[in-house]
């Protein structure tokens, strides 16, 4: 069975740094790879994904993520954050070629602060 | 939101009490999901269905049940309320395949 480790479970940042979020994941087999954000009381929004082919996967709101198959790795980073971007963030993983059940992450929160 | 609705969004019940969640898409998507969100555990998979009366168990679904009569609608059913199950309730649907599931705006649940 798959599994996903988010190390960090707070990132406190500043407006306009730098932030990578860390997500690593286990499994045997081919994976598909998700970011999602939950923005206070809301439900998740897709960031991006990684299906097949490049290994570097732009997103939504400025947001990018490298697969790393042999770190087992799907970082998620953002050159320069905003006050805005302060939410939960949600690392998923599902197996291909199955229409299978995506695991979740723990959650990393982002705070950003000026 | 991608035509996802749930009902109630709040929700205060007594222990013991039966209790029923109800997702409504108009998306037409085959796959549908109940997650519970609890502090340091994520979302956690409760059941999930496959299609009109197809349905199968996730990783936490000890006291829970789920119906599904037509394509548009998932029902999830406490059948006697705890206070664990005091949690916010997620909805999903997804297409097969890639398996990119979108969520509902969810139900905040508590059990007193």
């Known amino acids: 069975a798959q599994s996903v480790t988010q190390l960090d479970s707070q990132v406190p940042v500043f407006e306009e740094a730098p932030v990578e979020l860390r997500c690593n994941y286990s499994s045997s087999v081919s994976v598909y790879l998700f970011w999602y954000v939950q923005y206070p009381n809301q439900g998740l929004q897709l960031l991006l994904k990684y299906l097949s082919g490049s290994t570097l996967v732009k997103g939504i709101n400025g947001f990018e993520a490298e697969f790393n198959k042999s770190q087992t790795s799907f970082h998620l980073r953002k050159p320069s954050v905003h006050i805005s971007d302060t939410a939960e963030y949600f690392c998923a993983v599902t197996l291909t070629g199955t229409a299978s059940k995506l695991t979740f992450g723990t959650g990393t929160r982002l705070q950003v602060t000026l | 939101d991608a035509g996802i609705t749930q009902s109630p969004r709040h929700k205060v019940t007594e222990t013991g009490t039966p209790v029923t969640l109800r997702c409504h898409q108009t998306?037409?998507?085959?796959?549908m999901y109940w997650y519970r969100q609890d502090p340091g555990h994520g979302l956690r998979l409760i059941h999930y269905s496959y299609g009109v009366k197809d349905t199968d168990k996730g990783e936490v679904s000890d006291g829970y049940s789920v119906s599904r009569s037509k394509t548009e609608d998932f029902l999830l059913t406490l059948e006697s309320a705890t206070s664990s199950q005091t949690s916010v309730y997620f909805c999903?649907?997804?297409?097969?395949?890639?398996?990119?599931?979108?969520f509902g705006p969810g139900t905040r649940l508590t059990v007193t």
């Open positions: 999903a649907i997804g297409t097969s395949g890639i398996n990119e599931q979108y």
């Open positions: 998306e037409n998507h085959r796959y």
